[in-house]
């Protein structure tokens, strides 16, 4: 106990962690269950025997007047509710770790259903739904980004120290980290330019490496680098897309002809 208070609490980091653990076991929690629902919705296709009493279920579709209630809606309300809580009250150790952890629970929510929100459709067990994987994997990795990090931009420095010359060469830090992470998002690596706003080793790796070919950045830099062009295309190619679609399959479960009840 005396390390977690040492390095977690007395650093101020006990409530990312508290938001980690909501986040991440709330989705657990929540692929679980759906997953089930989807297994027992493909199973109902197939005829009852005769006379059979139908089962009681302990787990389903959330129905509130007749519509289906997503469970990003409760998502929402959640990051909502403990947001303006922690905002107005601040109300200090352990109140702001459970509102944390509430927090993660209720992004874990929302991001779960992130597809709805972009194609504004129920593509939940789609291939366009595997996106909600993605914003989940975001989400994990910035949360647990921010939790080892000393500073949101991921450059740290003690506001007593050093002279004018020394904040200059700090802010020309912190621009060009921060520029590193924009040319990420310019080559089509959102996941890493957001990350990369923490982690500044995620950001320069990511600037240095080829762009995805169809990236705003191999538009205009690689179109007279046939060369490039090629390389960048065998380095996102098929094998590369088939390894991101097995950890999606792996995580949320495998894109298909969902049922027609998706949670």
Do not use: N
């Not at 209720?106 to 129920?122: P, S, T, V």
């Not at 002279?163 to 060469?169: A, I, K, M, R």
């Not at 179109?223 to 590369?240: D, E, I, S, T, V």
């Amino acid at each position: 106990m005396d390390w977690f208070t040492v390095h977690v609490v007395d650093t101020g980091r006990s409530p990312a962690l508290a938001a980690l653990v909501g986040f991440v076991v709330t989705f657990v929690v929540v692929r679980s269950v759906t997953r089930r629902i989807r297994a027992r919705s493909s199973t109902e296709q197939e005829p009852a025997p005769t006379g059979a009493r139908p089962r009681r279920r302990l787990l389903g579709d959330l129905t509130i007047g007749g519509v289906h209630v997503h469970h990003q809606v409760w998502g929402i309300l959640l990051v909502l509710l403990t947001g303006m809580l922690q905002f107005r009250y601040s109300p200090g150790h352990p109140w702001t770790e459970l509102l944390a952890l509430l927090f993660g629970a209720g992004a874990a929510l929302a991001l779960d259903e992130f597809a709805l929100w972009f194609y504004l459709d129920d593509v939940y067990w789609s291939e366009e739904g595997q996106r909600s994987i993605d914003a989940i994997l975001v989400g994990g990795a910035l949360g647990a980004a921010l939790l080892f990090s000393g500073s949101p931009v991921g450059v740290t420095t003690d506001a007593s120290s050093g002279g004018s010359s020394f904040w200059t060469l700090y802010t020309v830090v912190v621009v060009a980290h921060l520029a590193l992470a924009f040319v990420c998002l310019l080559k089509g690596k959102l996941a890493t330019g957001l990350i990369g706003i923490v982690v500044p080793l995620v950001a320069t790796v990511g600037a240095i490496r080829l762009a995805k070919p169809s990236s705003f950045w191999a538009r205009r830099r690689y179109a007279g680098r046939p060369g490039r062009l090629a390389r960048a295309r065998r380095r996102f190619g098929p094998q590369y897309y088939a390894r991101r679609a097995r950890v999606r399959a792996a995580l949320g479960g495998r894109a298909s002809g969902p049922p027609e009840d998706q949670p």
